[in-house]
């Protein structure tokens, strides 16, 4: 069979029909490798194949380094999934503090994050004002902070270096530092929010149901920024994949919260076990509401960013001095030359007073903030159209969404030795700690919205940080790949899994 011969004329129209398709393409290539943006899916493809390899930190800032520290990411048409990915400086202070009010978090984010209910991380307005200003008020005490202090100084006498030390002695190989600081963290967040110890930490280490349901939740909670919201919500009208997980986890949640309140409550109503823990101090103002609703959402954001910060930051803070053991070294040579105190089993504990002047010690903690902040995305919407000082114009519908992950390996921030565990560079000429904007260093967020637990999160981290290095040696083991897992907070795939050895 012979095959059709094309004339000059229509082999000049099919080139001419051709050649526009072929320019499209090279242009979706050329200008966003990275993240392509595809005829009707947009640039969904790349951001699921990401996911799906657990690179979403990598890809999403090798974007915003190729993007000057800025980006539309744009989804299937119609879906009103528009996003303007952030890294800027300039921007961050614009959105979160200059103009604030333009900002909201707005009634979608509170839906994607409805296991919150309407507390102070998910409402705007008057109501975020008022929880912010009872919150703040609770944790002003001088005997709030006292307690604090004090029960810090003893779960880590009386429970992390007796546990450590059990591993030593029971010759158990390797310990998953991840899963014994999430929970010590969860412990003493309890403590702190309620006046009871759950004590999760021990060597039998018995489940959490409570810990189980929040990781459940906070992995579903991810799922749902990166899908359009139609899909999310047909899921969650059917109760398949991950959001039958997540309607479980509500519960666990719900249930967890309600017996602590409950417990609270007919302890004051005995007159027993008066403490100065953030529930007390709710339940005796008279101007809070009493509804279970309230005390629940109000004291579950607490608890959630209490178990997370400070866990997540000493896992990767251990992780980067096993990396980096000359640094470990001069924390260890600040740490010789303060006072301590002795327990009666031999191991030292440090006064949080003493630990305050450590200048070297303070700027490793903040390095490890800056590479591996524990919430790296933060997301709001727009109220009205506006321009930003990167040029950018954001409008109604968008979400903005905030990468401190991205924003600390920028070049043009923190120089080309960015992606370095380097302490020094928080070290002014002088040996005095620098000053560094919180539009710049936004670990605990910036604005109006900054973290209120920001001081309570330092003085734990150096309390049981110090206490630790002091009295062990802690080395990652051979071939434990340490990466992140996708979710909104920035916990390790694999765990931590480190040997443990005395210090002599």
Not at 26 to 31: E, K
Not at 111 to 139: P, Y
Not at 341 to 368: C, Q, R, S
């Amino acid at each position: 069979m012979a095959w059709p011969c094309l004339t000059y004329t229509e082999l000049i129209l099919s080139i001419s029909c051709l050649l526009p398709l072929l320019y499209y393409l090279f242009n979706i290539y050329f200008f966003c490798p990275l993240s392509p943006n595809w005829p009707l899916v947009g640039m969904l493809p790349s951001l699921l194949s990401n996911a799906y390899r657990n690179k979403i930190h990598e890809w999403s800032t090798k974007l915003l380094q190729l993007s000057n520290g800025n980006f539309f990411f744009r989804g299937p048409w119609l879906s009103g999934m528009t996003l303007f990915i952030t890294a800027d400086p300039a921007n961050v202070h614009h959105i979160y503090t200059q103009n604030f009010q333009n900002y909201p978090k707005g009634e979608e984010y509170a839906e994607i994050f409805e296991i919150l209910g309407q507390s102070i991380l998910t409402t705007d307005g008057d109501s975020w004002r008022f929880h912010r200003k009872k919150l703040l008020l609770a944790m002003s005490r001088n005997c709030y902070n006292t307690f604090i202090a004090k029960m810090t100084q003893e779960k880590i006498e009386n429970s992390i270096l007796p546990f450590l030390s059990n591993a030593i002695e029971q010759r158990l190989a390797v310990v998953d530092l991840q899963d014994m600081l999430t929970r010590l963290s969860f412990d003493m967040t309890c403590i702190l929010t309620f006046g009871t110890d759950p004590g999760s930490l021990s060597m039998e280490f018995p489940a959490v149901p409570f810990a189980q349901a929040s990781d459940d939740a906070t992995a579903t909670i991810f799922f749902r920024l990166s899908r359009p919201s139609a899909w999310w919500k047909l899921l969650r009208f059917f109760r398949i994949g991950p959001e039958k997980r997540y309607a479980e986890a509500k519960v666990v949640v719900d249930r967890f919260i309600a017996d602590a309140i409950k417990k609270r409550k007919r302890e004051m109503f005995e007159g027993k076990h008066v403490c100065t823990d953030l529930l007390y101090s709710y339940l005796c103002d008279e101007n809070i509401p009493n509804s279970q609703e309230f005390l629940r959402d109000s004291i579950l954001s607490f608890l959630a960013a209490g178990r997370e910060t400070v866990s997540t930051s000493l896992c990767w803070f251990f992780w980067a001095l096993s990396q980096n053991k000359q640094i470990e070294e001069k924390i260890m040579h600040e740490l010789n030359f303060i006072h301590h105190n002795t327990t009666p089993k031999g191991m030292v504990i440090f006064d949080p007073e003493e630990l305050e002047n450590l200048v070297y010690f303070k700027a490793a903690l903040l390095e490890t903030l800056r590479l591996f902040p524990s919430l790296p995305f933060s997301f709001s919407s727009v109220k009205e159209p506006d321009l930003l000082p990167s040029g950018s114009i954001v409008t109604p519908g968008m979400k903005i969404i905030t990468s401190a992950y991205a924003m600390g390996r920028m070049q043009k921030l923190w120089g080309k030795d960015c992606m370095e565990f380097k302490p020094e560079r928080w070290i002014s000429e002088k040996g005095t700690l620098l000053h560094v904007p919180s539009y710049k260093f936004v670990a605990f967020s910036t604005g109006p919205r900054s973290c209120v637990g920001k001081s309570i999160a330092l003085t734990q981290m150096k309390m049981l940080a110090a206490a630790m290095l002091y009295n062990f040696r802690f080395e990652l083991v051979e071939g434990h790949v340490v990466e992140p897992i996708l979710s909104i907070v920035l916990h390790m795939k694999n765990g931590l899994k480190m040997r443990v050895g005395k210090r002599t």
